[in-house]
């Protein structure tokens, strides 16, 4: 059993930045691809970010491509989600998510753990 915590959301002013954080507890860490989603309001759950087990491979979303970068410390089991040039778009509860194995997986079907999200909220 994988527990998934998120932190780092909260209130940022448009063309802010924003570091989340995804605590990983319950071991094999490094064996799992982890994600990040969001979702707002009246929307589906959105993928924004992937990394594989080892870190050395990312996918992005293309809506935050280029201002988005997921990374990993598989020493301290953590996923971050790095977020640059925020716009009041990006407005949701952000969601980490672990894998069932090493690889990239951008549907949030593929993912077996999830965290309880943290609230991001961009102001213009």
């Known amino acids: 059993q994988v527990q998934l915590v998120e932190s780092g959301g909260g209130l940022v002013q448009a063309g802010g930045s924003l570091r989340l954080s995804c605590a990983a507890s319950?071991?094999?860490?490094?064996?799992?691809?982890m994600g990040w989603f969001r979702q707002a309001p009246g929307k589906e759950r959105e993928f924004l970010a992937a990394?594989?087990?080892?870190?050395?491979?990312?996918s992005y979303g293309d809506s935050v491509k280029g201002r988005f970068t997921i990374a990993r410390d598989n020493a301290k089991n953590t996923v971050f989600l790095q977020m640059n040039r925020v716009t009041p778009e990006d407005t949701a509860v952000y969601y980490c998510?672990?894998?069932?194995?090493?690889?990239?997986?951008?549907?949030?079907?593929?993912?077996?753990?999830w965290g309880q999200g943290t609230q991001v909220t961009v102001s213009s």
């Open positions: 998510a672990a894998g069932p194995f090493r690889g990239i997986y951008v549907r949030a079907a593929h993912y077996d753990y």
């Open positions: 990394i594989t087990g080892s870190g050395d491979f990312t």
């Open positions: 319950g071991g094999g860490f490094s064996d799992r691809g």
